[in-house]
Structure formats: structure tokens, C-alpha cells
């Protein structure tokens, strides 16, 4: 004699959707975490991009042009800038990095041909930036960003300084 019990209970249908529910929050909260701290880290890397981006490649354009006296601080068209003579074949050619109109710039140009600061080729925008000789070799870069954030560097002159 064979019994046959095919009577099916809500609980058979009940804990599978259940078990579905409880997967499918999990995986949104999951989600919605995940996105939190993507969020957060994306903020506070955007933030520190700015000053100290400027700075990294203020300090790169002196490593690769330091030649005997040929990067030294001065003033172009009014604004403080760094100065930075390169030699071309019988020419010789200027590189000026200042800030003009909220951003940092920086203008390529032959020595002795008329420039304007609004001429040069924005870096990045910041509300302030100044340079400052601590000594022959030695120059500290100051630059505050958009959002206040304030940043500097030390930038040593490999070369000898400029008589």
C-alpha cells in the first residue's frame, strides 16, 4: 500500500519569496554602501587634486629644467613668477609660471618678445599662489585652492644659483 501525501502548505510557497526579499536587500544595501564610500573617497580625492596637483607640477617643470642658474623667481607683467631660461640653438626661451585671474599659468615664450599674463596657458585654477625664495637654492611654493584648502612645497635648485 502506497501513500501518496501531495498537500501543499504556504510555507512552500512563503520561505523561497522570503529568502528572494531578504537576498534583494541585502544586495541594494550592499549597493547603496558601496556607492557611500565610492562617494566619499571621490570628494576627498577631489579636494586634495587641486593645491597639491599645482605644486607636484610646478616642482616637476624645476627637476627638468635645472641647468646651471636658469630657474630663479622674478616677475613677469606684474605678477610674482618663476622664471625659467632655456637655450634652443642660438635662441633662448622663457618659461613663466605665475598666477593671473584665480588660476596658475604658465607662458612658453622667445626672451624678448612682449607677453601679456593673460597670454599664458591656464594649469589649474586656484584663488591663491605665491612663491618665495628661502635661499639661493631653495624656493617655497604656497598655493591655496578653490575650496580653501591650503598646500606648499619646498623645491630645491640642484644647479648653482644665478649671479
Sequence with gaps: MRFHNSRRHMIDFLFPVALFFVFA???V???LLAAGVYRSTTERSSLNYTSRT???????KIHQSDADGSIYP????????LIMEQS????TYVTYIYAHDGAIK??????GVDAKASDGQTILEVESFSIRP???DLLEFECTDQN?????????????SRD
Design 25 to 27: 536587500l541585502s544586495a
Design 29 to 31: 544595501t550592499l549597493i
Design 54 to 60: 599645482a605644486l607636484s607640477y610646478i616642482s616637476e
Design 74 to 81: 622674478g616677475s613677469f607683467d606684474g605678477c610674482d613668477a
Design 88 to 91: 634652443f640653438g642660438e635662441s
Design 106 to 111: 604658465e607662458l612658453f615664450i622667445r626672451d
Design 134 to 136: 628661502l635661499s639661493d
Design 148 to 160: 580653501m584648502r591650503h598646500s606648499s612645497a619646498i623645491v630645491g635648485i640642484r644647479s648653482a
